[in-house]
């Protein structure tokens, strides 16, 4: 969590870092703060609260200088506070850090001891006071004083640092959080990730985990690991800088929502071949010998990418005829899960940064594993663990509830099922063919139901005061459920829970009441019949039904007092339809009340800790 930016080059630093904060506001928002080297020392201000604050402080005290560091804050270590926002600063030097130090009381005692006094209850100051204490010790310069700190830490940490004996330099670290380095024109930055650089330039270079870069206007120095000359090469970015902005909408979240067609078409191009029914994905590093050999599939995740897999796993079993296991990142250590040779572990993960799925990743790998990614960042830590990789290319998801980068991940997940299905001998042409056909209909279809959005809307007004919604969905239709369930809680603070639908008599259906609203996913599938049935035992007990219906499907009209209607499209690929009237309902409930749809209490998009 939390996001760091900096600037070297002719241009004023402190608006840029802003706007680069701006931009990564949704990895932390409880602090933030900003140092500027003013060409005779660095100056730092720092706020409690959103970025807003330190903008209006910086409108009143501008900072003046063409080199900074800035960050965006989601407390770990120490309350959010203005003492704890970063930067830190130790004599000459200023840092600011996202991720965690695990030594850090080792390191705060022996640093306490030789007399250090410190002024927050943060990891990040440590940092500071190491790199002083190396330029104290003789370190050559900036470069060699972070070489040598960082050597101490362990953990996970992506830094930058100022130091007022070298203006013009910021020199940057990183070891298992992300950092980014853009070179524009007699410019270079570092950020957090992709979008915060984005309107400066495309031209970027992912550093390595151990790596230390010294970046200045004129160039970039990287130090290895092994502490020599390292080259990284740069690479040209296809996101746009207008994919980072709003464009219009009230909010990232509904652009995003919006966005939904393009993300799943995008993800499908050029992976599949219609007329042989055939998958292509090249960079999966998995032939189709592989993938025969293969004796179960094992997918990992977190939250709404766990919910994918979850939908993945139907597909899996039922299209590429594979045993299938889903886990959630968080549990794999804990429960000593088993991983052989013969797996194929699928880490499903927006940001590629998620530190839950990361440990089961390295757990899976530890044992043999191959392991694959299906990921919407670029170069992000679990593509680059993992054997091979399946990108999600829905551009970049600012809003912290993910929506685009869930049907993107079903789509992969899809297309995956069918490859597999296809390389193992027992998904015949036809069916593969109208598979895919389908998939490639779903972008049309995601269309039509966002023309939808003002029904959805005044749907919303409906829930808008009920204090629990109970989703629930059957078959493919459960994951969604789930999902629906924790959009509506992350973003509207409104208590959710989905079920299985055939589940609810085993319980649940003690709290049907009219005040307690069901939303039942409830399509003409091979489910239907049952989830009708289940729609019965709600309104038996007077419970309002939202149902989420075929289009035509008539009899729905005396069963629910809310009819949401998703085209008529194969069973297969509904999961990618159903949830988008979901995800407009939680964003229209939660924008009703007035909440920071984007930013979330208490959430950060990009989950870095366990
Ligand atoms: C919910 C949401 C989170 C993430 C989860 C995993 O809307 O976005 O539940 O899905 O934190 O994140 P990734 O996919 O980046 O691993």
Same mark, same amino acid.
């Given at each position: 969590?939390?996001?760091?930016?900096?600037?070297?080059?002719?241009?004023?630093?402190?608006?840029?870092?802003?706007?680069?904060?701006?931009?990564?506001?949704?990895?932390?928002?409880?602090?933030?703060?900003?140092?500027?080297?003013?060409?005779?020392?660095?100056?730092?201000?720092?706020?409690?609260?959103?970025?807003?604050?330190?903008?209006?402080?910086?409108?009143?005290?501008?900072?003046?200088?063409?080199?900074?560091?800035?960050?965006? *804050?989601?407390?770990?270590?120490?309350?959010?506070?203005?003492?704890?926002?970063?930067?830190?600063?130790?004599?000459?030097?200023?840092?600011?850090?996202?991720?965690?130090?695990?030594?850090?009381?080792?390191?705060?005692?022996?640093?306490?001891?030789?007399?250090?006094?410190?002024?927050?209850?943060?990891?990040?100051?440590?940092?500071?006071?190491?790199? /002083?204490?190396?330029?104290?010790?003789?370190?050559?310069?900036?470069?060699?004083?972070?070489? *040598?700190?960082?050597? *101490?830490? +362990?953990?996970?940490?992506?830094?930058?640092?100022?130091?007022?004996?070298?203006?013009?330099?910021?020199?940057?670290?990183?070891?298992?959080?992300?950092?980014?380095?853009?070179?524009?024109?007699?410019?270079?930055?570092?950020?957090?990730?992709?979008?915060?650089?984005?309107?400066?330039?495309?031209?970027?270079?992912?550093?390595?985990?151990?790596?230390?870069?010294?970046?200045?206007?004129?160039?970039?120095?990287?130090?290895?690991?092994?502490?020599?000359?390292?080259?990284?090469?740069?690479?040209?970015?296809?996101?746009?800088?207008?994919?980072?902005?709003?464009?219009?909408?009230?909010?990232?979240?509904? %652009?995003?929502?919006?966005?939904?067609?393009?993300?799943?078409?995008?993800?499908?191009?050029?992976?599949?071949? =219609?007329?042989?029914?055939?998958?292509?994905?090249?960079?999966?590093?998995?032939?189709?010998?592989?993938?025969?050999?293969?004796?179960?599939?094992?997918? #990992?995740?977190?939250?709404? +990418?766990?919910?994918?897999?979850? #939908?993945?796993?139907?597909?899996?079993?039922?299209?590429?005829?594979?045993?299938?296991?889903?886990?959630?990142?968080?549990?794999?250590?804990?429960?000593?899960?088993?991983?052989?040779?013969?797996?194929?572990?699928?880490?499903?993960?927006?940001?590629?940064?998620?530190?839950?799925?990361?440990?089961?990743?390295?757990?899976? %790998?530890?044992?043999?594993? *191959?392991?694959?990614?299906?990921?919407?960042?670029?170069? +992000?830590?679990?593509?680059?663990?993992?054997?091979?990789?399946?990108?999600?290319?829905?551009?970049?998801?600012?809003?912290? @509830? +993910?929506?685009?980068?869930?049907?993107?991940?079903?789509?992969?997940?899809?297309?995956? @099922?069918?490859?597999?299905?296809?390389?193992?001998?027992?998904?015949?042409?036809?069916?593969?063919?109208?598979? =895919?056909?389908?998939?490639?209909?779903?972008?049309?279809?995601?269309?039509?139901?966002?023309?939808?959005?003002?029904?959805?809307?005044?749907?919303?007004?409906?829930?808008?005061?009920?204090?629990?919604?109970?989703?629930?969905?059957?078959?493919?239709?459960?994951?969604?459920?789930?999902?629906?369930?924790?959009?509506?809680?992350?973003?509207?603070?409104?208590?959710?829970?989905?079920?299985?639908?055939?589940?609810?008599?085993?319980?649940?259906? @003690?709290?049907?009441?009219?005040?307690?609203?069901?939303?039942?996913?409830?399509?003409?599938?091979?489910?239907?019949?049952?989830?009708?049935?289940?729609?019965?035992?709600?309104?038996?007990?007077?419970?309002?039904?939202?149902?989420?219906?075929?289009?035509?499907?008539?009899?729905? /009209?005396?069963?629910?007092? /809310?009819?949401?209607?998703?085209?008529?499209?194969?069973?297969?690929?509904?999961?990618?339809?159903?949830? #988008?009237?979901?995800?407009?309902?939680?964003?229209?409930?939660?924008?009703?009340?007035?909440?920071?749809?984007?930013?979330?209490?208490?959430?950060?998009?990009?989950?870095?800790?366990?």
């Amino acid at each position: 969590m939390c996001g760091i930016v900096g600037y070297v080059g002719e241009s004023s630093a402190a608006p840029i870092i802003v706007e680069g904060l701006r931009r990564l506001e949704y990895r932390g928002y409880d602090s933030a703060g900003i140092a500027v080297h003013d060409g005779h020392g660095v100056q730092v201000v720092r706020a409690l609260g959103k970025l807003r604050v330190l903008a209006k402080v910086l409108e009143d005290r501008p900072l003046a200088g063409t080199t900074g560091i800035g960050h965006t *804050r989601w407390a770990t270590h120490g309350r959010p506070s203005e003492e704890n926002a970063h930067p830190h600063v130790a004599g000459p030097v200023a840092v600011v850090h996202n991720g965690i130090i695990e030594n850090h009381r080792a390191l705060r005692q022996e640093l306490a001891r030789a007399g250090v006094a410190f002024s927050s209850d943060t990891d990040t100051e440590i940092i500071a006071h190491l790199v /002083h204490r190396e330029l104290q010790a003789g370190a050559a310069g900036l470069l060699d004083a972070v070489r *040598r700190a960082v050597a *101490r830490l +362990s953990g996970a940490y992506a830094i930058a640092v100022l130091g007022r004996d070298e203006p013009g330099v910021i020199v940057a670290a990183r070891q298992g959080s992300p950092l980014v380095i853009g070179c524009g024109e007699g410019e270079m930055l570092c950020g957090s990730d992709i979008p915060a650089l984005l309107s400066h330039t495309q031209q970027m270079v992912f550093l390595e985990d151990g790596d230390v870069a010294e970046l200045r206007a004129g160039g970039l120095r990287v130090l290895g690991a092994d502490a020599k000359p390292a080259l990284r090469p740069r690479r040209h970015i296809d996101w746009s800088p207008v994919m980072a902005e709003r464009g219009g909408y009230k909010h990232f979240m509904l %652009k995003e929502i919006h966005e939904q067609p393009e993300a799943v078409a995008a993800t499908l191009r050029g992976r599949l071949d =219609l007329d042989a029914s055939s998958v292509h994905p090249s960079e999966i590093g998995l032939g189709p010998e592989a993938a025969g050999a293969l004796r179960r599939v094992y997918l #990992v995740a977190c939250g709404t +990418s766990f919910h994918a897999a979850l #939908v993945g796993r139907y597909w899996l079993e039922s299209i590429a005829q594979v045993p299938t296991v889903v886990e959630l990142g968080s549990e794999v250590r804990y429960r000593g899960a088993l991983f052989f040779p013969d797996d194929l572990v699928v880490a499903v993960s927006q940001s590629g940064e998620t530190a839950d799925t990361i440990a089961a990743v390295q757990t899976a %790998k530890a044992a043999g594993a *191959r392991v694959l990614a299906v990921a919407n960042v670029l170069d +992000s830590a679990i593509p680059r663990l993992a054997h091979g990789s399946l990108y999600t290319r829905a551009g970049p998801e600012i809003g912290v @509830a +993910s929506t685009k980068c869930f049907t993107a991940q079903l789509a992969a997940l899809l297309l995956l @099922a069918v490859y597999l299905g296809r390389s193992r001998g027992v998904l015949p042409a036809e069916r593969a063919a109208e598979i =895919l056909q389908a998939l490639c209909e779903v972008p049309s279809q995601m269309h039509d139901l966002l023309g939808d959005a003002d029904y959805v809307r005044a749907v919303a007004t409906r829930l808008v005061h009920a204090r629990h919604v109970l989703f629930l969905g059957r078959g493919l239709s459960f994951p969604i459920a789930l999902e629906g369930a924790l959009k509506l809680k992350e973003i509207s603070y409104v208590h959710a829970e989905g079920y299985a639908a055939g589940e609810m008599k085993h319980g649940p259906i @003690a709290l049907i009441e009219p005040e307690l609203p069901v939303v039942v996913i409830c399509p003409q599938d091979a489910a239907y019949d049952k989830t009708l049935s289940n729609i019965q035992e709600v309104r038996a007990r007077e419970g309002p039904v939202v149902a989420l219906a075929t289009k035509g499907d008539e009899s729905m /009209h005396d069963l629910s007092e /809310h009819i949401i209607w998703i085209p008529r499209a194969p069973d297969v690929v509904l999961p990618l339809l159903t949830v #988008v009237p979901l995800q407009l309902l939680a964003y229209y409930v939660a924008d009703r009340k007035g909440h920071d749809v984007d930013q979330p209490r208490n959430l950060a998009k990009t989950v870095t800790v366990e």
